[in-house]
């Protein structure tokens, strides 16, 4: 008889959790709808604000019907503006997926391509071929730089990686020697500015401040390319990143690979950080401060976190494209420089917002 009743129960029970799930779906894609409406306009806004700055409704009408208006809008935005807009799209979503994957995989908050070091490994592979000519991959020379950003990179990841299977590792362990490769691949990039001629040091401060001015359509395919190849790799593995939160044991108990897992979203959040360096330079915590929002807003499952990952990334750097072109009235800075100084402060009232909140 209890024994009935409690199948009863747990049938009744039923409807209303799928009930309760319903609606928590419903309620975060709602919430990523209103993202990507924020990036949009974020996005129009970018393309309006310059020297020359255009409303909305010309920009607008640049975009949908580009034969209809002057010769001169027209080249502004589809050659100039829509290269530099579409382009904090791309790297700010790369840049944004890796911090949250490099987070899931290493169950470390403060994990991000900026922050352990991968970026600034990047960065000093492109430098190599800046400013002293040197091709990790000899085979093809013409892309060197993009190609040294990427093996380089590849072997920051590998070690870190390596390096966090080892017994006894900690996550502290784990950011202090991202802290340590970080400050090592400055110290040679210091070196090689110090080394360089004068356009090879104007060049790789280029890469060092971070810059989107010298976007342009093929490095927006590329970015965009990289992304398209990446984005359903990590979909296809949603549900095992998302059991890999509870936990190693428990994600092995659930049939996942977690050594085979973690390797795998190594090398590609590899490819998402280094390809972005090669054509912007660094640009750091759009990585660490994306994931963070998109956490909050959306949770855990991957099914949401990736695209809000994503998304939040996105917005962040092309909200940032239109700021730095707001603070000095005929100038564009630096969009690194920016996204340290909004950044830093903003992740510190994440830290003081949740620091009672357990990882």
């Known amino acids: 008889m209890m024994a009935a009743v409690a199948a009863g129960d747990a049938v009744e029970a039923a409807p209303e959790t799928r009930r309760v799930y319903r609606a928590l779906a419903a309620r975060r894609i709602a919430i990523l709808t209103v993202l990507l409406i924020c990036l949009v306009i974020s996005v129009a806004a970018d393309m309006a604000l310059g020297p020359a700055r255009y409303s909305l409704s010309q920009v607008i009408s640049a975009v ?7 010769v001169q809008l027209r080249v502004v935005i589809w050659d100039i503006r829509m290269p530099v807009a579409l382009m904090a799209v791309t790297v700010g979503a790369c840049l944004s997926l890796a911090g949250a994957e490099m987070q899931t995989i290493l169950a470390n908050p403060l994990a991000s391509p900026f922050t352990l070091g991968i970026s600034a490994a990047a960065g000093f592979g492109a430098a190599l071929g800046l400013v ?3 091709a990790v991959f000899p085979a093809a020379v013409e892309y060197m730089i993009p190609i040294n950003a990427f093996l380089m990179a590849i072997a920051a990841s590998l070690f870190i990686y390596g390096v966090s299977t080892l017994r006894g590792v900690t996550v502290e362990t784990i950011v202090l020697l991202g802290i340590a490769l970080v400050f090592t691949f400055n110290a040679l990039l210091s070196l090689l500015e110090y080394l360089a001629s004068e356009q090879a040091l104007a060049a790789v401060v280029f890469w060092t401040m971070g810059s989107l001015t010298k976007a342009t359509w093929t490095k927006v395919a590329v970015t965009g390319a990289i992304l398209v190849i990446v984005v359903p790799l ?21 049939g996942v690979n977690v050594r085979a897992l973690r390797l795998e979203t190594m090398l590609l959040v590899s490819l998402l950080a280094a390809i972005p360096v090669a054509f912007v330079g660094t640009i750091g915590f759009i990585g660490l401060v994306g994931p963070h929002i998109a956490r909050m807003v959306v949770g855990e499952d991957q099914r949401f ?6 998304i939040c990334g996105a917005l962040l750097l092309s909200v940032t494209s239109v700021v730095s072109k707001m603070l000095i009235p005929g100038a564009i800075l630096p969009i690194g420089v920016i996204t340290a100084l909004v950044g830093v402060p903003f992740f510190f009232s994440l830290i003081f917002t949740n620091r009672r909140r357990a990882w």
């Open 234 to 254: 990590f979909a296809r593995k949603s549900w095992a990143l998302t059991a890999l939160r509870l936990g190693d044991d428990k994600a092995a108990s659930f």
């Open 64 to 70: 949908l019907s580009p034969a209809a208006v002057d």
């Open 132 to 134: 002293a000519g040197v």
């Open 305 to 310: 976190f990736l695209p809000g990952s994503m």
